[in-house]
């Protein structure tokens, strides 16, 4: 499975971006849940999100009621639509795959950074 994040950038507190994973390669179909990590400086990837094939979902509680975690799973696709973003959001966003329902991931994307300014 590989994982391609995309959609960081640069916005002013109060703003919003919108991530999108697209996994690709041999095992997707076996995909369970998706979910998005951020790491900032100096501190450990934390989790943001997650979304299972069924639609369940899970959020830590810094970004509950900020940020929504979707997916297209025609398209094997998530989204992670961030409002309201915090300069405390400021971190490298991961995504990953796993083949458990919400169990640590078996593959990684490649970080999309976000950086919110005050």
């Known amino acids: 499975v590989q994982l391609q994040a995309s959609g960081g950038g640069l916005v002013q507190a109060g703003g919003s971006l919108r991530l999108s994973c697209v996994a690709s390669?041999?095992?997707?179909?076996?995909?369970?849940?998706i979910a998005w990590y951020r790491q900032a400086p100096g501190k450990q990837r934390e989790l943001v999100a997650a979304?299972?094939?069924?639609?369940?979902?899970s959020y830590a509680d810094s970004v509950k009621g900020r940020f929504t975690i979707s997916r297209d799973n025609a398209k094997n696709t998530a989204y992670l639509q961030m409002n309201n973003l915090e300069p405390e959001d400021t971190a490298v966003y991961y995504c990953?795959?796993?083949?458990?329902?919400?169990?640590?991931?078996?593959?990684w994307g490649q970080g999309t950074l976000v950086t919110v300014s005050s």
């Open positions: 979304v299972s094939v069924g639609g369940g979902t």
């Open positions: 990953g795959a796993s083949f458990t329902i919400f169990s640590k991931p078996h593959a």
């Open positions: 390669g041999g095992g997707i179909f076996s995909i369970n849940t």
